[in-house]
C-alpha cells in the first residue's frame, strides 16, 4: 500500500468518520482519510465503492487505498469538480425546492430499479441485525426480540444507498449525478433507504438540520412533502407513509447508537413495541 505525505494535499473537509483532502499536484484527487478507530469503516467502503462503480451506479470512480505517513489509512477518489448535493443546492436556492426534491426522488428511485447479484453485498436486514447484536446498552432478551421483529420485515433484492439523505447525492452544472460515501451499500427494502430520507428531513433537531445541511427544519419537511408524491404517487398520503417508515427509522437510530456508542433512551419505548408485536 502507497504512502502519501499530508504536506502534498489540501484540506477539503470534515466529518464523523474523518477527513478529506484534494491533492495539490493533482486536483482530480480526492483523498479521504479515516480515524484509527474507523479504519475497518474504511476498508468495507472501499471495497463496497469498488463493487458499486463496477455496478454501473454513477459514483466517484474509487483509487488507491493509501496510508499516511503516521499510518492512517486513506482512500484516493477521483475527485467530482464543481459538484454539489441537494442539501447544499436547496441551502442557496430554496425557491427551487421542488425541482431538486423530485430530481432526488427520480435518482433515488433510479437505484432502487438495480439488482445487483446475490451475494455481492449484504442485506440490509444483516447489517440491522449486526447492530442489534453489537449493541452494548441491549440486553440478550432485549437482542432476542429485536431480532425475531426484523426477521418480520419484507425481503428485496433492491440496490440500497445504505445512508440516503440529500448529503449524499450531488450533481454537476451538466447535469451529472452521483452517489458518494457508499460504506453501507447493500440490498433489501427500499424502505430501508427511504426512512433515512424521512429520518433526515422530518426527525431530526432543527439545529441538527442547520449544521449538517445549512437550511431550517421547515424548508427540509417541504423537501420531504414534495419528495413523497413524486417517489411513491400523486396519490400517496404523507402521513400513512410517515407512519409505515418510522419503524425503519427507529431501527436506523439503533445502528447510530450501536456504532457511534451512544445510548438513545429516546427510541426505548419504540424498541418495547417492536419486541412485543
Given at each position: 500500500m502507497k504512502t502519501v505525505n499530508l504536506k502534498n494535499y489540501e484540506p477539503s473537509g470534515a466529518g464523523v468518520l474523518g477527513e478529506s483532502f484534494i491533492s495539490k499536484s493533482d486536483p482530480n484527487i480526492l483523498l479521504k482519510l479515516y480515524s484509527l478507530e474507523r479504519e475497518q469503516m474504511g476498508l468495507d467502503e472501499y471495497d463496497?465503492?469498488?463493487k458499486v462503480f463496477r455496478l454501473g451506479v454513477s459514483c466517484p470512480a474509487p483509487g488507491e487505498l493509501v496510508r499516511t505517513e503516521d499510518g492512517l489509512l486513506g482512500i484516493q477518489f477521483h475527485r467530482i469538480i464543481g459538484k454539489k448535493s441537494y442539501a447544499r443546492?436547496?441551502?442557496?436556492?430554496?425557491?427551487?425546492?421542488?425541482?431538486?426534491?423530485?430530481?432526488?426522488?427520480?435518482?433515488?428511485?433510479?437505484?432502487?430499479?438495480?439488482?445487483?447479484?446475490?451475494?455481492?453485498?449484504?442485506t440490509a436486514k444483516e447489517q440491522c441485525?449486526?447492530?442489534?447484536r453489537l449493541d452494548k446498552f441491549l440486553?440478550?432478551?432485549?437482542?432476542?426480540?429485536?431480532e425475531r421483529y426484523v426477521s418480520t420485515l419484507p425481503d428485496a433484492?433492491?440496490?440500497?444507498?445504505?445512508?440516503?439523505h440529500y448529503g449524499n447525492i450531488i450533481f454537476t452544472d451538466d447535469g451529472q449525478q452521483y452517489f458518494i460515501d457508499l460504506g453501507d451499500f447493500c440490498t433489501g427494502s427500499p424502505l430501508f433507504d427511504l426512512a433515512i430520507v424521512y429520518r433526515q428531513t422530518c426527525r431530526m433537531p432543527e439545529d441538527f438540520i442547520k449544521e449538517n445541511y445549512h437550511i431550517d427544519a421547515a424548508t427540509a419537511r417541504a423537501f420531504w412533502h414534495a419528495f413523497v408524491p413524486r417517489y411513491f404517487g400523486p396519490d400517496a398520503s404523507i402521513?400513512?407513509?410517515?407512519?409505515?417508515?418510522e419503524p425503519y427509522n427507529t431501527l436506523r437510530s439503533l445502528a447510530?447508537?450501536?456504532s457511534l456508542g451512544q445510548y438513545r433512551p429516546a427510541i426505548r419505548p419504540a424498541l418495547q413495541k417492536m419486541m412485543k408485536s
Open positions: 463496497r465503492a469498488c443546492a436547496l441551502s442557496e436556492h430554496p425557491e427551487r425546492l421542488e425541482e431538486y426534491a423530485f430530481r432526488f426522488a427520480d435518482e433515488c428511485k433510479r437505484l432502487h430499479s438495480i439488482r445487483p447479484e446475490p451475494g455481492l453485498f449484504p441485525l449486526m447492530h442489534i440486553s440478550d432478551d432485549e437482542k432476542a426480540g429485536l433484492d433492491t440496490a440500497l444507498h445504505g445512508d440516503l402521513e400513512e407513509v410517515n407512519a409505515m417508515l447510530l447508537e450501536q
